[in-house]
């Protein structure tokens, strides 16, 4: 079962870090709270006054999720 989260993300203040290390960190967070191994998706991200709001996607199940083939024609 593919579950969404939401996150507020604080990244160190540093003058070299940007957008990717946000998304890095959201992904990281993200396998800890889903407690998976298996990818997490950045699905949304907006910067506030408290840090970055993410919005993070994945699978829930220990055994993994197959995502459904798309069928192209």
Known sequence: MLVR???IVKPQKRVDSDLGDVIALARS???HVLKT???VR???T???PYGYVVIIE???QPSG???EE???E
């Open 5 to 7: 989260k939401a996150l």
């Open 58 to 60: 994945g699978c829930s």
């Open 65 to 67: 999720c197959k995502m």
């Open 37 to 39: 191994k298996e990818n």
């Open 46 to 48: 907006c910067e506030s």
């Open 42 to 44: 950045v699905l949304w």
């Open 29 to 31: 967070i993200g396998k």
């Open 70 to 72: 798309k069928e192209n």
